[in-house]
């Protein structure tokens, strides 16, 4: 099979990889309909995250081929859309609602890469999700998005404690911050304030649900938001970045008792202590549970309440993918579909 292999920063390359077979019994192997590029992918490609051969790829749709005997949930034909984190779905953990920490948890990627033809899927009854029947080709981009950027966006409002009556500011205007407005919006947000300089990303936002547009960053965008909300700051504030601006910035947006949502990977960040001492929040954040809220997004993307797949500015053959990388770092891409033969 073909697939997605970043040999160093910068250095992206398609090659003939191993077919997966079933290794344990509780595997599946997935032919891959669709994938993409994550802006995660991004850190090791500019050389912030350590990269040597690594199989690249974490968000992926696509139809059931084979499945381990112990596999209990899925059949061989089942479409399915798998979350970024491996999980059995049983555990403790699992229960209370945070896949991402399973006690069996490990990223697909690196390990796995589902930039692909193919994967095997560990822990596939815990992992995939089946959606009703075979969707419509228009479905797919949506339900790949459900795969991480839905999911994470998603968590990040749910972390924000987004709901009616709620301001909720969303810092960064990425393709998971664009999938925090949508959450928030349909989590029933009041108000909702997109931190954005770019004017594609920000007609995107609107159509998502935004009310407001701040391009002002650092303390200009905190003192700005600050005078949209009676000086107060928002209820409910996203970090979908990881710099240490944008976290700072997040943190001083947010109002006293207001709760903050990070998800974006945040190398580097230095969180001064006294600052968050005196800020007053509520934090929660961290790798997103996606599994925990699959069945209700597919839901929503199979009866075309939500069309998440707009996030997706750019899409180019998997063979493409080195112009995907690129494109998406030289800002001229948000987010890139790749589709596979």
């Known amino acids: 099979m073909r697939g997605v292999i970043m040999h160093a920063p910068g250095d992206v390359r398609v090659e003939d990889r191993e077919d997966p077979t079933i290794i344990e019994p509780t595997d599946a192997i997935v032919r891959l309909t669709a994938t993409c590029i994550c802006g995660s992918d991004l850190w090791p490609y500019r050389g912030i995250e350590p990269v040597d051969h690594t199989l690249m790829g974490h968000e992926y749709v696509g139809i059931v081929e084979e499945i381990g005997a112990e596999v209990k949930t899925l059949a061989v034909g089942d479409f399915v859309v798998g979350s970024f984190v491996i999980s059995d779905n049983t555990c403790e953990i699992c229960q209370a609602g945070f896949q991402s920490k399973c006690v069996h948890a490990s990223f697909v990627a690196g390990g796995i890469g589902t930039q692909a033809q193919k994967a095997r899927i560990p822990y596939a009854d815990g992992t995939l999700v089946a959606t009703p029947g075979q969707p419509d080709a228009d479905l797919i981009p949506s339900l790949l998005a ?123 960040v230095q969180i001064p202590g006294m600052e968050l001492f005196f800020a007053g929040i509520h934090t929660l954040g961290g790798p997103a549970p996606v599994r925990r809220y699959l069945p209700h997004l597919i839901e929503l993307i199979w009866d075309r309440t939500i069309d998440p797949g707009k996030v997706f500015d750019l899409t180019l053959p998997l063979e493409d993918a080195a112009e995907g990388y690129k494109a998406m770092a030289e800002r001229r891409a948000t987010k890139v579909l790749l589709t596979l033969d």
């Open 146 to 268: 459900a795969s991480d950027v839905l999911g994470t966006g998603w968590f990040a409002a749910e972390a924000a404690q987004a709901g009616p009556g709620k301001t909720v500011a969303v810092v960064g205007d990425g393709a998971v911050g664009l999938m925090s407005i949508l959450a928030a919006k349909q989590l029933g947000a009041e108000r909702i304030i997109a931190m954005s300089r770019h004017a594609d990303r920000q007609e995107l936002a609107r159509f998502y649900g935004a009310t407001d547009i701040v391009e002002e960053r650092g303390e200009e965008g905190v003192a700005r938001i600050k005078e949209l909300t009676g000086g107060l700051g928002a209820h409910s504030v996203v970090e979908a970045v990881g710099t240490q601006e944008s976290f700072m910035q997040a943190v001083g947006a947010t109002r006293g008792g207001g709760h903050l949502g990070y998800v974006g990977v945040n190398y580097d």
